[in-house]
């Protein structure tokens, strides 16, 4: 006898019949409002889309209304405009928008929560088929009461409502494991930042006398600029092969590749210059002025990149990445202008503490000691800070391969032709 899957052991060879969601649940939409009527202070709060995912803004109002046009927690709401998808509402009483549905399932028919997880699992495929509008896509009321669902065992309710409840029960738990772990690792990672940050205040908050201060300009061996090859010209860009750095990848870290490649011809027509690896480069336009990076390559830059090359005999390149690193917001705010911008001159007369600076050998030997701890640390939060969203979307593939495993019921061809 051939093993049965999962499903089949569950159903245990009882009907499913595909059914229009119109007929197992009732949507309902929220109400449309003026602008004038949305307040800043009111009674009610009014959930709009963004409310709905991300946005913490939120409007009020005082009206009163039929009831139908509140929602409550625990009640199943599906937003249908510009973003798409159910949520099951805790945020305690609203006034819900007209672009978000309540979904009320039909008792002894269907489980609200069984209903959400169909929802969830169908919502991709409801957008790439239904989804209409250019500048705000949409899906209709009729598009979504169409929508064939799986109903387990329809003629025997209190066996169809066991069969959803055990898979809502399972996909309960995947879910829950996922949060759980989620959590273990972000507080993990919470903690190993402030461990990190406790050692790098220690080892580099020096007592008076301790340090010789200098500035970087007396540690660096020489000073590099970048420019920008002519955008749009496909002469400096197709098919090149030097790695070109913008001020965006500079992120407080090593640097092994670069999104953009340019051609010889584009170093000739711009003032970038190849910059030798392990330099010390440093953001000093806009909004990325102040972070701090090192080249593990040879690279070019655009013209807000300033970049160190350090003089080894005098600093270690790291130990003058980890103490620029650690005065971010100092630097940072030291940018002129209305965009704050950074040039050689303030870098460069930015002080740096070295210690043992009359002994050259034991000081490079005690930055040693100091960019060996710093980089343990950094290391360990780096992997956890880029392992945590691994993680989390290998959960989510593995909670998608069984949510899908367990909603992805057999059709029977009158569903199919129906």
């Known amino acids: ?129 239904h989804a209409t509008g250019s ?60 461990q990190y940050n406790y050692y790098r205040d220690q080892l580099l908050s020096f007592k008076e006398g301790a340090v010789e201060w200098k500035t970087l300009g007396d540690v660096t061996k020489k000073w590099y600029s970048g420019g920008t090859p002519k955008a749009g010209n496909p002469e400096f860009y197709e098919d090149g092969n030097i790695p070109w750095l913008r001020t965006q990848e500079v992120k407080f870290a090593d640097i092994f590749d670069t999104d953009v490649k340019v051609t010889p011809s584009a170093l000739q027509n711009s003032s970038a210059k190849w910059i030798p690896e392990n330099c010390v480069i440093i953001a000093i336009s806009g909004a990325t002025a102040g972070r701090s990076a090192i080249n593990k390559i040879p690279l070019t830059t655009n013209q807000h990149c300033g970049c160190l090359e350090i003089d080894d005999k005098k600093a270690l390149y790291r130990y003058v990445f980890h103490w620029v690193s650690f005065n971010y917001e100092n630097i940072k705010a030291l940018g002129q202008g209305a965009r704050g911008d950074l040039n050689s001159t303030i870098i460069k007369n930015f002080r740096l503490p070295v210690p043992y600076a009359n002994e050259p050998e034991k000081s490079l030997v005690e930055q040693a000691r100091i960019v060996a701890i710093l980089d343990k640390f950094d290391t360990l939060t780096t992997s956890l800070q880029e392992g945590l969203p691994r993680e989390i979307e290998l959960r989510q593939k593995q909670y998608e391969y069984y949510r899908d495993l367990l909603l992805s019921f057999p059709q029977s061809h009158s569903d199919e032709a129906a």
């Open 1 to 129: 006898m051939s093993q049965l899957s999962y499903m089949e052991k569950l159903l245990d060879g009882v009907e499913v019949e595909w059914k229009p969601l119109g007929e197992v649940a009732r949507f309902i939409n929220g109400r449309a409002y003026k602008k004038p009527e949305l307040l800043e202070q009111g009674k009610y709060p009014v959930l709009r889309v963004g409310n709905f995912f991300t946005n913490a803004n939120w409007y009020y109002s005082d009206l009163e209304l039929d009831e139908d046009k509140y929602c409550d927690n625990g009640d199943l709401l599906y937003a249908w405009s510009a973003s798409f998808g159910p949520r099951i509402w805790e945020g305690g009483k609203v006034i819900y928008h007209y672009h978000i549905w309540k979904v009320t399932p039909n008792v002894g028919q269907i489980l609200k929560k069984f209903l959400f997880y169909l929802l969830e699992w169908d919502t991709k495929a409801l957008q790439g088929e």
């Open 135 to 194: 500048t705000m896509m949409h899906v209709s009321k009729g598009a979504i009461e169409s929508r064939l669902v799986p109903i387990p065992c329809p003629d025997n309710p209190e066996k169809s409502l066991a069969i959803q409840a055990e898979i809502v029960r399972i996909l309960d738990a995947f879910t829950a494991m996922t949060a759980e772990l989620t959590a273990e690792l972000t507080a993990e990672l919470n903690l190993r930042k402030k």
